[in-house]
């Protein structure tokens, strides 16, 4: 049987554990032994900040559940702090999973977003789509596709 070319390493070229393992420098403002946060280069809002698990994974579906718990606590935690310390009024979490979902890093992480009440400055963020009431048929066959 010829030998097995062993698959490509999916870490190897990852930003993300290039950051964990301090080959690439950071602003890290949280770490625990399974995850780190740290400020995203390109922010959405003042203090918008990054938290990815430590063992390499490439999103939110792939995720072992124990990982992706620890980096949503981690996200919590980060969270309250952002209340606390930038005097932010609220926080979005948001993960993008999927290219197609505007995933760009494909290592897992939750953007951690504060929010700044009638702060255009800090807080220029608009909701990406416009409520409205959804066709209750289409809604239904939708609920109804998730649960067959
Ligand atoms: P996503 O588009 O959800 O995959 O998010 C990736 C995020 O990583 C983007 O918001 C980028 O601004 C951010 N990002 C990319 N490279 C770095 C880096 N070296 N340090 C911090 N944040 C980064
Ligand atoms: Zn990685």
């Not at 939110?60 to 935690?77: E, H, S």
């Not at 953007?111 to 990406?128: A, E, F, G, M």
Request: with cysteine.
């Amino acid at each position: 049987m010829p030998a097995q070319t062993p698959p490509e390493d999916p870490a190897g070229d990852c930003i993300f554990c290039k950051i964990i393992a301090r080959e690439l420098p950071a602003f890290i403002v949280d770490e625990d032994e399974d995850t780190l946060s740290f400020m995203d280069i390109n922010p959405g809002t003042r203090g918008h900040a990054l938290v990815v698990p430590k063992r390499h994974t490439q999103d939110l579906i792939t995720a072992p559940a124990d990982d992706l718990a620890r980096t949503a606590v981690a996200a919590q935690r980060l969270s309250a702090r952002m209340k606390e310390k930038l005097g932010a009024d609220g926080v979005n979490l948001l993960n993008c999973c999927g290219a197609d979902a505007w995933q760009t890093v494909f290592h897992l992480h939750i953007h951690v977003i504060p929010r700044y009440k009638d702060d255009p400055q800090r807080d220029p963020l608009r909701l990406p789509w416009i409520p409205a009431p959804g066709d209750m048929d289409d809604i239904k066959a939708a609920s109804e596709e998730l649960i067959a």
